[in-house]
């Protein structure tokens, strides 16, 4: 079956260092992979998007890398602040359709 | 800077109850979502809507719900005979859809309550 796996064990993580959370899927063959964040009772907001043909992509101190092989996305953010502090949620679009698929987030904490 | 918006942000009502739930996607955006979360769960898809017709459902999308476009502003997702199960975050989602705009925009949700 189709799966998505985010670390549901809570990121705490000291001020201005990086956190690094781990997007794992299997039995997909995704077209693009997609980051959110959520904060609690909010919607999900648009982070990042990459494609099945890049590698990296990077907006500001946020960065998202994507391999297929390994099946697994992984998504950075330096320097981070307690504003930082949400869940965010791993979307995989496969081809030939275009709903999210999402797995059910990593929580991060920014301790200052 | 545009935004999908929901009304009601709460909604509660008894089961077997209909309920419409609404949402204004952003203005130029083609595509438009539904999705639900139960509380402490992932969110999951429920049904995409493009040029006036239902593109892609899931197999949560069964006959008590039904989506419409009214007008040329709203989006509705009505659920026929509401069950405890419904209970969730109901969140409407836009995309733009020319070129390579994958990406979606959430509304703020409506959460729903069935008692």
């Known amino acids: 079956s189709q799966k998505i796996e985010q670390n549901s064990e809570a990121l705490n993580i000291q001020e201005g260092k990086t956190a690094t959370l781990t997007c794992n899927y299997t039995n997909y063959s995704p077209a693009y992979l997609q980051w959110y964040r959520q904060d609690p009772g909010r919607g999900p907001v648009f982070l990042l998007l990459?494609?099945?043909?890049?590698k990296e992509k990077r907006k500001e101190r946020l960065k998202v890398t994507f391999d297929t092989t390994l099946k697994q996305s992984l998504f950075h953010i330096t320097a981070s602040q307690p504003a930082d502090s949400a869940t965010y949620l791993c979307?995989?679009?496969?081809?030939?359709?275009?709903?999210?698929?999402f797995g059910k987030g990593n929580q991060v904490v920014v301790i200052p | 800077e545009p935004e999908v918006t929901q009304t009601p942000s709460h909604q509660v009502t008894q089961m077997g109850q209909e309920v419409i739930l609404r949402c204004v996607p952003i203005s130029n955006h083609l595509y438009f979502y539904w999705y639900r979360q139960i509380l402490g769960q992932k969110v999951e898809f429920l049904v995409s809507?493009?040029?006036?017709?239902?593109?892609?459902k899931s197999e949560i999308f069964d006959d008590q719900f039904s989506v419409e476009r009214p007008d040329g502003s709203n989006f509705t997702l009505k659920i026929r005979s509401t069950k405890l199960e419904d209970s969730a975050m109901y969140f409407c989602a836009s995309r733009k859809g020319q070129g390579t705009s994958y990406e979606q925009y959430f509304g703020p949700g409506t959460r729903l309550t069935v008692t």
């Open positions: 990459i494609r099945e043909n890049e």
């Open positions: 979307a995989l679009t496969a081809y030939g359709n275009n709903r999210l698929a």
């Open positions: 809507f493009y040029n006036n017709e239902i593109s892609e």
